[in-house]
């Protein structure tokens, strides 16, 4: 059965602090994973990965795929309490998304 | 361009009801897709509609059905409502018209409490 599973599940850090969350999967047609953030109610797209090694970066959020360890990671720097939010990593496998249950990160003043 | 539009926004309805939720897709996207979002199980698919077709669907028994209107609209439909079926219910479209998936773009959510 296809699943994808994030870490941790939730985090708490202060403002300022460089954080990394976690994406792990084992899926049957890999053919790309997606991180979203979630904040009130819409998921809103981050970053999208088909290929091993190469970074993603968006401002202060980058993300990576490691296709052979099967997982990427997406990493905030210099955080700032607009980071909280729920994160998201979904991987498409046959032209569905399968979710992972996020990473609800809270950013303390 | 307005975004992913669902109604209603908010709905409670008791234990062996049927509901209908109604989502608009931004203008000119006509692929729409429907997940169920919970606390315990977060975002789980439910099924994508392209063109007025199904193309794909989850694990989820018959009770849950839908479908697509020729201005890309759709509908979800409930019926014989459990406890279970408490959750927020979002709908997100994408412009790709091919099996590609990219950025879907998601609606406000609909709120379904089963009482």
């Known amino acids: 059965e296809d699943k994808v599973v994030q870490s941790p599940l939730s985090l708490v850090v202060h403002e300022g602090d460089t954080v990394t969350l976690n994406c792990s999967y084992e899926?049957?047609?890999?053919?790309?994973l997606l991180w979203y953030k979630q904040e009130k109610k819409a998921p809103t797209f981050l970053f999208m990965l088909?290929?091993s090694g190469i970074e993603k970066k968006s401002g202060r959020l980058s993300s990576i795929l490691d296709k052979k360890e099967l997982f990427s990671i997406l990493n905030i720097t210099a955080t700032q309490t607009g980071d909280s939010a729920i994160y998201l990593c979904?991987?498409?496998?046959?032209?569905?998304?399968?979710w992972g249950a996020g990473t609800k990160l809270i950013i303390k003043p | 361009k307005a975004g992913v539009t669902q109604t209603p926004r908010y709905l409670i309805k008791t234990r062996g009801q049927q509901v209908t939720l109604s989502c608009s897709p931004i203008?000119?996207?006509?692929?729409v897709s429907w997940y169920q979002q919970t606390p315990g199980q977060g975002l789980q698919f439910l099924f994508e509609?392209?063109?007025?077709?199904?193309?794909n669907k989850g694990n989820f028994p018959g009770r849950f059905s839908g479908r697509q209107f020729s201005n890309s609209r759709s509908e979800m439909n409930v019926s014989t409502l459990e406890l279970g079926d408490s959750a927020l219910y979002l709908c997100?479209?994408?412009?790709?018209?091919?099996?590609?998936?990219?950025?879907?773009?998601f609606g406000p959510g609909t709120r379904l409490t089963v009482t």
């Open positions: 997100a479209s994408s412009p790709l018209p091919d099996r590609v998936i990219n950025e879907q773009y």
């Open positions: 203008s000119g996207h006509r692929s």
């Open positions: 509609y392209f063109s007025e077709t199904q193309r």
């Open positions: 899926v049957t047609n890999f053919r790309s």
């Open positions: 088909t290929s």
């Open positions: 979904a991987v498409d496998s046959n032209y569905q998304l399968i």
